[in-house]
């Protein structure tokens, strides 16, 4: 309803649970699971953030390009702006919010504060999960496949070198964790590539 003079609101309203656009999504959220319903057309980074009150993944450019929305799907970095809520079923999310536990910095994110791996901090989360993602199919990456990696992440502020600095260090501290004897292993699932 209207008031003479004035826009009508254009605002769709959510799908009501009789409609056929609507289904059940049962996900693994952070190591939780998760079941709610979603419109074909919900976008995951909007899912993400007003539904569940992640708002670790930030909205930027919208169309994949510059990492803000990034999570991890099943181990890989995925842009949730262009994923739609029906494709998490059945998979494996992690977003920022997900990393270390019982208060302490996951080591990727430990590593980014002590190499100074950000300066305004919004493209963070989306850079500290791919260099999680890079790390657990590379623990040594050399700078090359360090940067390849981190392509679809772009920062305004740091010049990349805090990043690339911060990624190995990381990784030499997860190799220590991993080989007591100091003779790290690699681990992760194989075959596993950057940004499917």
Wanted: with cysteine; proline share 7%.
């Amino acid at each position: 309803m209207t008031r003479e003079g004035s826009t009508p609101d254009r605002r769709q309203e959510p799908a009501s649970a009789t409609s056929p656009d609507v289904m059940q999504v049962r996900f693994a959220l952070n190591g939780a699971q998760v079941e709610l319903e979603a419109a074909a057309s919900d976008v995951v980074i909007d899912l993400l953030r007003d539904r569940l009150g992640l708002t670790g993944a930030k909205s930027g450019c919208g169309i994949g390009v510059c990492g803000l929305c990034t999570i991890l799907v099943d181990g890989l970095p995925t842009s949730s702006c262009l994923l739609l809520a029906p494709m998490l079923d059945g998979r494996q999310v992690t977003t920022i919010e997900g990393l270390g536990a019982d208060g302490e910095l996951d080591p990727v994110e430990a590593a980014f504060a002590e190499e100074q791996g950000f300066q305004c901090g919004i493209c963070t989360p989306g850079q500290v999960l791919t260099a999680s993602a890079l790390l657990a199919v590379d623990p040594e990456p050399d700078e090359h496949r360090i940067r390849d990696w981190m392509a679809g992440n772009l920062c305004r502020c740091t010049g990349y070198a805090s990043i690339v600095r911060s990624i190995q260090s990381a990784g030499r501290t997860l190799a220590e964790r991993r080989s007591p004897a100091g003779n790290p292993s690699e681990t992760g699932p194989a075959g596993q590539e950057p940004r499917p």
